[in-house]
Structures are given as C-alpha cells and as structure tokens.
C-alpha cells in the first residue's frame, strides 16, 4: 500500500534531522581528530580560570592619574577586547592607578598585543587611497593578487619630502607593499607602535577602504573636546545634518591650522586628513577649508549615533598616557569546577523531575518530550562545541545557567502542541487529522513567540557588551534549536505514532484517549447533563463552525456505541495505514 | 492527579467550568498594584539593592609566598570577620591567592589582612590589601539598558504588525514591568546579591514573560477573530475563554520550567553551596512564576478592557446580550452556558 503524504513528510523530515546530527557530529569528530577542537566546549573565566594581566599607565613628568582617565582607559580596554571576539573578559581597576584585566583561558599573543596597546590617536594626511584587497587589475583586465613586495626596492625618498603629503613619501617599496596589502587579512593587527615620522599602510575600521598615509601631523592628545551635534548654518539655523565637532589646545590648533592649509590646495584623496585610532583610519575627512581657530567640524554622512560614536573615539582615544604590564600570571577559577559540578547535578535532577511530571500529565506522549529534549540537548551539545572552536565561544555559569532555562522555553513548544492536539480531540477529531490541525495552529503559536525570543537575542547581541552576549547567543541559539526540533523531530514523530494501533485507538496511557479528553462524551448528550447539553444547545444554535463539530462529534458518538475500543476506525480507513 | 487536571481542562476547554479572569479584574489589579508599590517600597526602605563587587567595586587582598592554595581557607577567614560577605577566591600563579570581597572598612580591612595571614600561615607582610574598582563598569550596565529599550520597542512594533493591534502589545510590555517590578523587589527582600548573573536572570525573565505573554494572546487572537463572527460570547468572555483554554498549557509549562531551576535554586545553592548560582536561580524562579501569572491575571483582562470600548466591539456585545435573554427563555440551560459563571 503507498503511504500517504503526512507519513513520507514525516520520514522525509527525521531523515533531514538524522542529517543535521550527522554533519554536525562529523565536523566536530573531524576538528578533535585533525585541528584543535575540543568534545566539550570552552569555559569562561568564572568557570575556568585565565590569565591576569595588571597594567599600570606610563604617565609623563610625574602627572597625576584621574579616576576618570582609568575609567576611560576601562572602558576602551573593554571596546577593544570585545571586538577581538572574545567573550566573558572582567576588566576593572585597581587601587587608584592600575588596570586588571582576567581572560579567559590562554589568550594569544594577538589578544594582549591588543590590551596592551596604547589607546593612541593621531591626524596623519593621506597619500594614497585604494580599495580594501590586493588585488591589481593587470593588463589583461583581469584581477590578481598583487606579488608580494621584491627584495632590494627602493626603500628610501629620492629626494628628502618637503611636507606630510609630499609623494616623495612613496617609494617602489613602500608602493609594492601598498599593493600587496590586504585589508581582511590584517583586520586583527593593531599597529598603534607604528613610527610617528614614517609613512603607515592601514585601512579604515571596517575594512572598506586601504590607505597609505603620511607621517603623524596632529598628536591625538591635542584635542581638547569632541562633540556631536546638528550642523547650524551661518543664519544660527539647523541643517538636520550631524556633524563632529573638536576643539584642539594651542599647540593642536597651530599644527592643525598649517596642515589644513597646505591639504585645502591638492587633489582628492591628498586632500583627506586621516583621524588614526590604534592604528586603524576611524575617518578620514575632506579639507573644504584650511582652519586657522582650532574648531575643525567633520561632516558627512552622520547620524546622531555615529557622530557621538566617532566624538566618544576622539575625545577617549586621546589618552595621555599608554601602559606597561606590570605582571601577567594564571588565575584559577573564582566559582570552581565544584560549582559547575554543582549545577550540573542540579541540573540532571531537574530535568528527572520534568521527566515524572510530563508522564503524569501526558502518560506516554511524555516520552515524546523527553526524546525531543534529548535531541534539543544533543543538538545545543554539538553547536555550542563548534562555537567554542571556531568562534571561541566560552560557556559561563550564567550561560549554564541560561541553557537550563531553556528546558522550559524547549518544552512550552511540545506543550503547547500537545494543548492544541487534545483541544481538537475535544472538538470530536480523529487522532489522525487531530495531529494535522492541532499543528496547524500551534504552528503559528511556536513561530510567533519564538520570534519574541530570537529578537531579544539578537537585539541584545548587537546592542550588549560581551557578558550579555555570551547569554544572548545562548538565547538565540537555543531558541532555533528548539524550532527545529519541533518541525524536524516531535512532528514527524508525532504524525507516526497517530498511526500506531496503540495511539489512534486512544489507549488509556497513550495520553491521548479520546474519552478522558470527553470528546466522546460531549458529542452524546444525554451522558452528561446539564453542562453537555448546554453544549450541545448552544452549538446548535450558533455558527457553521460550531455546527460542524457537533456532527462529528454526534459521529463519534454513535461510533463508541457502536465499537467502543476502535472509536476512529472509520477515519482512517480511507487513508491507509503505515505498515 | 493527571486524570484530574486532564478531566480540568476539559470542562475549561468546554466552559463548563470557568474562571473568571477578565470578569473580576479589578480585583486582580488591585493585588498587582499592591504588589508593585510594595516592590517600590521594599528597596527604598531597606536602603537600595545589595550590588556585587562587580557593580560597586571593593576590597581585595593578594596573599603571596602560600604553599597551600586551598581556597575555601579564605573564605573561612573572611567570614569570620565579616560574617555575610560574598567573596571570590582565586589562585593567582603558583603560590599567591587573590580574595576579592564587598567594600570594607579600614578596621575590617586590617582584621582580614591578619585573619588571611593566619589562615594561610604567612607573615602579615605578605598579605596586601587595595581597593579594585566595579569590573562591570557604567558603561556596561548603560549598554544593557540601551539593548533593553530598543528590545522593547521592536518588541512593541513587532507584535502589533502580527496581532493587527497595538492593544496587545501595550498590555504584554505593561505586564512585562510588572514582573520586572516585583523580581527586584523579592531581590531586595531578600538581600541577595544583584550581581552580573542575576542582571542576565533579569534579561532571561523579561524574555520568558513576554514568550508566554504571545502564546496566550495567540489564542486569545485565534478565539475572539472566531466568536465576533459569531454571537455565542461578548469580547470578554472569549477572552476569558482563551485564557481558560490556554490554563492547562500555562500551569505545565511554568512546573516543567520550575523544576529544573528550583532544584539549582536549593539542591545546588544550599545542599551545594553555589552563590552565583543561587542568585541567578531566585531571579527565574520567581520570574517565571509571576510572568505566567501576570499573563493571565493582568495581561489578558487589560487587553479585553482596552478593547471593550471599540464601536465595533461594542456594538457586538450589545447584539450578544439582545439575544441572550430571548435564547435564555427558550432554552432554560443556555444561560449557564453564556454567564461564564
């Protein structure tokens, strides 16, 4: 007998689950046998410990140190590590003068280069600027990595540079280097150690454009200010256009003054003046006037938040002072294996009680749940492994935390699916079609409230520093987890056991039984007096929906009188059974 | 015990047996508006929330030349002085151990510093003392809340494009704050930490009580579009009928979500002894619990309330409650039926 179309969706969905496992399982066995992944993620700081880094700032001529210029230096600190994808970092100060900061596990070298750095910004004009690859367009019209630069290339000026954008600046060497620079490869050096009177290769912070740039003309610690605000005309009326505005000392408005000067005369490109924060151009502007009062405002294409953004750089990148590790050593962790240990055994309990609970309440549809978690839990296993290889992912106890949370969110779909089953059980069903429209509508139900939660996940991840995304990403990914189990495995699991003898005839510990769901009762009437017939009364009397229940209903009604243990057998009949 | 809740959710499923959620929510607001100024108040009396050393910065002591790093040591030494002090213990290299503890007085400062050196068998001048600053800065916690408004406000958009109305989403986020409001007060109750876990406990709640909010105002949507059509219910008890309906689902997700974090809740934190864990166990367990609450007893009646005075809406009932009386007189039983008892 063919097998009817629900039956071949659902093996055609386990298979694709069966699939996903498969691969994912794959990669993972693949990256402990040949790379460096590990079978069980990553632990944070709070789990595993890391290493501790103590700076303490190199202040000039006995300067004091401000609380406020630590807190600044904190918070740059933070921006910075966070954007080298690392997660769970703690950054914090330390009596009045030194900063801490505990990463996780082993950091690389790259890592604490870029802690250690000096929050450095300087205004350096631009010589030449290209496109973010390294790729030259030949005489062919086709396009080629350029070569790596020749040894033995001219590699200083001819003839001595008169200015910072004198194209004297460019030599053989340093233009081959230019054009085998790419930007995508050299997104996580930070070269903020780069010499002040030679020319720098660098792009700007989202890799879009390279650039070659002159030697520094405008110290970073000569900005006395930086704000964002709406750009006024001379008649003191608003443009709507957000604008930069800095303020420099005397000794930046002098510099800034001449160089303005000479930039307004050149070309395009000669005439940007690149702002430089650790290395990496945040901006590089267009002269439209050499600006002799020290008030240069930055236009473009701003809005309110990017021009805070690019002020906040300006004014907090601009710290007087860069550090020196003072010690670096390996720090156990505060919270301990025995606290992990801990929540995982409470965990386990946990998850037995929701074991006990969902049999009492759905009998052997429960174990429907307790499979689907299972495979939800394997599946969380294996993606959260695969992160933590590739994306160093670190699990926290908050993130463990997070991930036994999600039992509850994980088990709310199977719920609330399991609700709407018994609901068009009531409505006098077979198990059958019970299953399809009851899907139907708790479909709609799943989607719409996991989209709540992918929101808050994603919305966090992007807007949070990187505590909250570790959680936030648990969220999320938890939350598509949780939607693919449902479609790829308690659906298709679910419409095979509709099929099964032992479900269909709604044996008393299937969960699923018809009569004590009362569908069998409502539809005769005379059973149950008064409620029932007031049922009945009312549907009678009202719309096509509800008349339409009722016949059923009235069907099966007269079906249990008939043959009370096979009560859905003309339902199927038509359809065939899966043998 | 499940056949009961089964045989329960029939006749909630039915009608034929009813709890009147919508009907008496001037009752239920009053215990929530209760509840709130309460949460308010809790903290202003007892002085603001218990932040963690990670908010507020506090006392550290590094104690060098150890041969014994064994941790629970300083733990012990620093309650003996200050008997409910949080602190983190950790081993710094081979032979030095890190404690981080609140903010403490100089006296208290100096007691710790002996008491460690004891413990540890060192000489006092091993021990050094400083004040590290709040590691989850300003900064951080301003980001969190910047998430959480633009979090909200999509939210609010994005459920009123999928419901058609923005009377929902008004009712889920008023009830949001609701659960928000009475967490922090439990929190301060108590005097457990506000630490960095139980801000993201704080997150997960906010979350959890807006995804039951959506499921039951899904059936709530998928009942009323049913019955305007119809004139069995006023717009009330449809409502009222779906929240009915959804009980069932309600009380089994809240236990299922329960279980697992109350056993954290006291077999991890007190049979186990895990502070982290215990912080951010109290913060779900009693945001799931009142986030399924608030949905039924505040989110739905204040949706059905914000309804009731739409022309369209109104003049439905009006058409329901003209025939009631007629119906009533030829079918005596019918007005069980309709008076949602």
Known sequence: MAKSTPVKKAWRSLTWLGVLVVVLLGTLTAG?????????????????????????PQVENGQSVQQEQLDQAVSIIRQRIDASGVS??????????????????????????????????????????????????????????????????????????????????VTPELQAQFDAYDCKANAKKTSSSAPTDKPLITCDDKNTVKYLLGPVEVKGQDIKDASAGLVQSSQGVTTGQWAVNIVFNDAGTKAFSDVTTRLVGLQNAQNQFAIVLDGKVISAPTTQA???????????????????????????????????????????????????????????????????????????????????????????????????????YRLSLAGVAGLIVA????????????????????????????????????????????????????????????????????????????????????????????????????????????????????????????????????????????????????????????????????????????? | MASRLVTFGNDLYTGARSIDFVGRRKIWYSIAAVMVVLSILIPVIKGGFNFSIEFRGGSQFQISDVSNTDTTKAQAAVTSVVPNAVSHVSVVGDNAVRVQTDQLSEAQTREVSDALAKAYGVNGSEVSATFIGPSWGADVTQQSIQGLVVFLLLAFIAMALYFRTWKMSAAAIVSLFHDLIITAGVYALVGFEVSPATMIGFLTILGYSLYDTVVVFDKIREN????????????????????????????????????????ILFIGAYALGAATLRDISLALLIGII???????????????????????????????????????????????AAGAE
């Open chain 1, 32 to 56: 402990v046998l040949f790379s460096n992944a590990t079978w069980l993620p990553k632990l944070a700081l709070d789990l595993e410990g890391g290493t501790q880094i103590i700076l303490a």
């Open chain 2, 290 to 336: 009142v986030g399924t609450y608030s949905t039924i007893f505040l989110a739905a009646p204040m949706y059905s309330q914000f309804r009731e005075k739409e022309p369209a809406i109104r003049k439905h009932d009006q058409k329901v409650l003209s025939i009631r009386p007629k119906a009533a007189a030829k079918t005596p039983a019918d007005a069980v």
């Open chain 2, 224 to 263: 009323t579009k049913e019955e305007m059509e119809l004139t069995r219910r006023t717009f009330a008890e449809s409502v009222n009928l779906a929240v009915n309906q959804t009980l069932v689902r309600s009380i089994n997700t809240a236990v299922v979500a329960v279980l697992p974090v109350a056993s």
């Open chain 1, 88 to 169: 769970e970092a703690q950054i914090s100060t330390e009596g009045s003068r030194n900063i801490v900061v505990s990463l996780p596990g082993k950091p690389d070298q790259a890592t604490l280069d870029r802690v250690k750095s000096s929050a450095r910004l300087d205004f350096r004009p631009v010589l030449i600027a290209g496109g973010p690859t390294n790729q030259v367009v030949g005489a062919d019209g086709k396009a080629t990595p350029a070569p790596s630069p020749a040894p033995g290339l001219q590699s200083t000026p001819s003839t001595k540079p008169t200015n910072g954008s004198d194209l004297a600046w």
């Open chain 1, 290 to 392: 050499a600006i002799t009062d020290g008030k240069p405002q930055i236009t473009g294409n701003f809005t309110e938040t990017t021009s805070k953004a690019l002020a906040d750089q300006l004014k907090f990148g601009a710290l007087p002072f860069s550090f020196k590790v003072q010690s670096q050593d390996t720090i156990s962790a505060t919270l301990g294996t025995s606290q992990l240990l801990a929540g995982l055994i409470a965990g386990v309990i946990g998850l037995i009680l929701v074991g006990i609970y969902t049999f009492f309440q759905y009998r052997l549809l429960g174990f429907v749940t307790i499979f689907s978690l299972v495979v939800a839990g394997v599946l969380t296993w294996l993606t959260i492994s695969l992160l933590s290889w590739h994306y160093d």
């Open chain 1, 407 to 579: 039992i509850g969110f994980t088990a709310d779909s199977f719920i609330v699916y399991f609700e709407r089953i018994r609901d068009e059980l009531r409505d006098g069903r077979g198990l059958e079609s019970a299953v399809e429209a009851g899907w139907g509508r708790a479909r709609r139900t799943i989607y719409a409230s996991k989209a709540t939660n992918l929101l808050a996940a994603i919305v966090l991840y992007v807007l949070a520093a990187a505590n909250v995304r570790g959680f936030a990403f648990t969220l999320g990914l938890t939350t598509i987890i949780d939607v693919i189990v449902v479609l790829l495995f308690t659906h298709p699991t679910l419409q095979l056991l509709a099929r099964t003898r032992f479900f269909s005839s709604g044996h008393p510990l299937s969960g699923l039984d018809p009569q004590a769901l009362g569908a069998v009762y409502r539809g005769a009437a005379q059973f149950r007096a008064p409620t029932a017939a007031v049922k009945a009364g009312t549907a009678a009397r009202s719309g096509k929906e509800a008349a339409r229940r009722q016949t059923i209903a009235e069907r099966k009604a007269s079906e249990l009188a008939g043959a009370s243990t096979s009560s859905s057998s003309s339902d199927r009949s038509t359809e065939g059974k899966d043998s």
